[in-house]
């Protein structure tokens, strides 16, 4: 891959799909807090249409030949639809305004970050199994980010309920139940957990294969995510975790999971 096909410039869907995400944050902040559930369904129309512009773009940097495998920030992007699609379908049966408020605007930072950042220097070594172990995290790590806006919604909404917060934002329109949205995080966990898998394995052996050290903070981070979801999952099936714990764990997770992709991000970005 060359630096002309690394630095393809933004297209016009992009601006597009960003800033009908910025539309589609205010208008879901806004309906969320103000209670207003026509402005909240307004603004999940905007998002989905800057969601189908985010996939024009991808399919327009595809066509190319710049894929979402073929680096960092174009995994990035890929990951930001992904998250975004969850949500919006998750959406469709499910009360989850606060959600879409958390994850659209971050959908939209880290859209803008894959697409304006530095490109950086091209990878040669970028080979079969490397971009499988791409698309493998990526995915991975989209259902881990789903699962972790519903363990943190399900954290505001238990701690306004022992507090008895009923007036607060989260009580004047109706939300998914606790148990609800624990059993939603549990879901796209056990979903996101075998990818992830996976793409470690996959990991080891390409960074073996490129006679690469172990000794990387970004390793050392992605193991710490595994460790999380694999606690996690281990502490539901066989102990009964559930709601607080399991909610703090799945928030963990991703947080460790952020630290690799932001450690690849800047070193892609600097050419390290």
Not at 58 to 66: A, C, D, E, K, T
Request: charged share 15%; net charge positive; proline share 4%.
């Amino acid at each position: 891959m060359n630096d002309r096909v690394l630095s393809v410039s933004p297209s016009p869907a992009f601006w597009v799909a960003l800033t009908l995400y910025l539309v589609a944050t205010i208008g879901l902040l806004t309906g969320f807090l103000r209670a207003r559930p026509e402005l909240s369904r307004q603004a999940r129309l905007v998002a989905v249409a800057a969601f189908v512009f985010h996939g024009v773009d991808i399919g327009w940097r595809g066509v190319l030949s710049v894929h979402p495998a073929a680096s960092v920030r174009e995994a990035l992007g890929f990951l930001a639809w992904i998250i975004a699609g969850g949500y919006l379908a998750t959406s469709i049966k499910r009360r989850i305004d606060l959600a879409g408020a958390v994850l659209v605007p971050m959908v939209g930072v880290v859209l803008g970050a894959a697409r304006l950042s530095p490109t950086g220097a091209p990878q040669d070594d970028l080979t079969l199994l490397g971009r499988i172990h791409i698309s493998l995290a990526t995915v991975g790590v989209a259902l881990f980010g789903l699962a972790a806006a519903l363990a943190f919604i399900y954290l505001l909404e238990e701690r306004n309920l022992k507090r008895k917060r009923f007036d607060a934002a989260s009580w004047k329109a109706p939300v998914e139940s606790l148990a609800g949205l624990d059993a939603m995080a549990q879901r796209l966990v056990m979903a996101g957990f075998p990818l992830f898998t996976a793409a470690m394995v996959l990991g080891m052996i390409w960074t073996s294969q490129r006679k690469l050290g172990m000794a990387r903070p970004e390793y050392a981070a992605a193991t710490i995510t595994w460790l999380c979801y694999a606690g996690l999952l281990g502490g539901r099936l066989g102990l009964g975790w559930r709601g607080r714990r399991a909610a703090w764990v799945t928030v963990a997770g991703f947080v460790a999971a952020l630290l690799v992709l932001t450690i690849y991000f800047v070193r892609r970005a600097v050419g390290a």
